[in-house]
């Protein structure tokens, strides 16, 4: 997806790519003249929503230096490029608008941020008792940075604490089915149980499929989780067509 | 699948109860409801109250009521009252493990029996009464005749 903006004399468009540590979005900068070179800004892994640009790279073939004014251009153009889209996104009412729980107070469900990952880590490791801190930072980082479209990580805030979670994706074509949103997580707080959290966490990411074109919800989990089993069960899940096999290696 | 008729009757009669939380039945308004023998649920329900899954009221206008949060209370538990659901480990001296066709027919069948336990196990009254509210079979072939509709108790 490719975005023009000139900016006096100076043309930035946002470049998205994949190379073998996973995606990046750059932004080409250049100069509206024929002879002008063009640089390709990288922007560190952090956010841009709310956060700080820890890193800025440049590359350009002929090794010419990118000058201030151009990264300048290029970090502002970045910035305004994503607020866009995070305010986009503000507007879906199913994922920013307060609910209001009658058991549970107003629960805020909105899509995680960077400054979520250590309250998270603490969550899951109090719901489940073991410590997954690097499996939580690569999967904040999968789901934070890359195919937000088709990608869900949200949160069930109250008081400024987060009480559960909720992750999807849509994946396509995968064993032969159409595009479908699959969940992959759901957690909430043990306390906080049974005041409808789960149910607006599962409703927000519903929603959030639908926008997203799909019009079905899938998960699989193990038979004997039947605290989660029943939750699914609950929203109107049923048995789907699949059968889960497997085998151990010799 | 099917059931022995007395988990059928027994899911009857506590989805009946369940849905009708504020008032009590009597075992003979639900058998004429789902056309059922009023003697066979009356020795369901007996049955049903001493697992503590329906109360009795006694007197005048008495029947059942349900006993259990309808929240917690799975088609497990209703259905394990009357048959047993899961795989049943067989003896060491069933003829069926004595050879490798029967071993192997175990496995598949225990698999059966494993994902019938789970479903089982993960669905509450209160699930089955939303899904009866949904009634996602409104379009299927397969269930032809509309449901009865249950008279209100005044």
């Not at chain 1, 503000?90 to 920013?96: E, G, S, T, Y």
């Not at chain 1, 999967?139 to 069930?156: C, D, E, H, N």
């Not at chain 2, 506590?14 to 004429?32: C, P, R």
Request: proline share 4%; glycine share 8%; aromatic share 10%.
């Amino acid at each position: 997806m490719f975005l023009y903006l000139n900016q006096e004399s100076v043309t930035c468009r946002i470049i998205r790519g994949e190379w073998v540590s996973g995606a990046f979005v750059a932004v080409e900068v250049s100069h509206n003249h024929p002879s002008a070179f063009s640089h390709l800004v990288f922007f560190g892994p952090q956010s841009p929503e709310g956060g700080t640009f820890d890193c800025a790279e440049s590359s350009n073939p002929c090794g010419t230096r990118l000058s201030e004014s151009l990264a300048s251009q290029a970090k502002q153009y970045y910035i305004t490029f994503f607020a866009e889209r995070r305010n986009a996104a503000r507007n879906l009412p199913a994922m920013m608008t307060p609910i209001t729980s009658g058991k549970a107070g107003t629960i805020h469900i909105r899509p995680a941020v960077n400054s979520d990952l250590l309250r998270l880590i603490a969550l899951d490791e109090e719901v489940t008792g073991l410590a997954k801190r690097d499996y939580w930072k690569e999967t904040f980082a999968r789901y934070r940075t890359r195919r937000r479209l088709s990608q869900f990580f949200l949160v069930a805030e109250h008081r400024g604490r987060i009480e559960g979670f909720i992750i999807g994706e849509v994946r396509a074509w995968e064993f032969g089915e159409p595009p479908c949103g699959w969940i992959f997580a759901v957690q909430v707080r043990s306390k906080t149980r049974l005041k409808g959290v789960g149910t607006q966490l599962f409703s927000a990411l519903c929603d959030a499929f639908r926008r997203a074109g799909v019009e079905k919800v899938r998960t699989m989990l193990a038979r004997d989780n039947h605290l989660v089993l029943s939750f699914f069960r609950s929203q109107g899940m049923m048995a789907g067509p699949f059968i889960e096999l497997e085998t151990t290696l010799a | 699948m099917k059931l022995q008729k007395a988990s059928s009757f027994a899911l009857y009669a506590v989805l009946e109860l369940a849905g009708n939380s504020t008032s009590q039945l009597s075992g003979t308004e639900i058998a004429d409801k789902y056309g059922i023998s009023a003697h066979h649920l009356a020795k369901v329900l007996r049955d049903l109250g001493r697992a503590g899954i329906v109360d009795a009221v006694r007197g005048v206008g008495g029947g059942y009521r349900l006993a259990v949060n309808a929240k917690r209370l799975t088609l497990l538990d209703v259905i394990q009252v009357f048959e047993p659901i899961g795989p049943q480990s067989a003896s060491k001296d069933d003829p069926e493990l004595a050879t490798e066709a029967g071993c192997a027919l175990r496995m598949v069948l225990d698999e059966l029996d494993d994902h019938a336990l789970a479903t089982f196990q993960s669905i509450t009254i209160s699930t089955m009464l939303k899904l009866m509210a949904r009634r996602p079979w409104a379009d299927s072939q397969r269930f032809a005749k509309p449901p009865r509709k249950f008279a209100s108790r005044r």
